[in-house]
């Protein structure tokens, strides 16, 4: 079994930053893939980034620029930090985590609120 723990969200004003950090524990393997994801009210659940244990990161046309999804050179642990934050930035925001053999695994997600 895998657990996914997030942790780092909070209430910040347009323009601050965040750091989010996900870490997967259990039978976790070289070759995954963990990624953030957000939904907000009312929307579908989107990426944000991901990050391949070999460092590959792929980012969301919404966030590239702005945010930074970064992993620990050991652990499946992964940061995501997030820059000049919006208004609507604000969702929760998940971290997953795919094996390789293709099981999916999703922390119960933490809050992100950009407001003044």
């Known amino acids: 079994q895998v657990q996914v723990v997030e942790s780092g969200g909070g209430l910040v004003q347009p323009g601050g930053s965040l750091r989010l950090s996900c870490e997967a524990s259990g039978r976790i393997f070289t070759d995954?893939?963990?990624?953030w994801y957000r939904q907000s009210p009312g929307k579908q659940r989107e990426l944000v980034a991901t990050i391949r244990?070999?460092?590959?990161?792929?980012?969301?046309?919404s966030v590239k620029g702005r945010f930074n999804i970064s992993r620990h050179k050991i652990k499946s642990l992964v940061y995501l930090q997030m820059n000049v934050l919006k208004p609507e930035d604000t969702a929760v925001y998940y971290c997953k985590i795919r094996l390789r053999q293709g099981n999916e695994y999703w922390g119960q997600g933490t809050q992100v609120t950009v407001s003044s």
């Open 53 to 61: 244990s070999v460092g590959v990161t792929n980012y969301s046309d």
């Open 32 to 35: 995954y893939l963990m990624g």
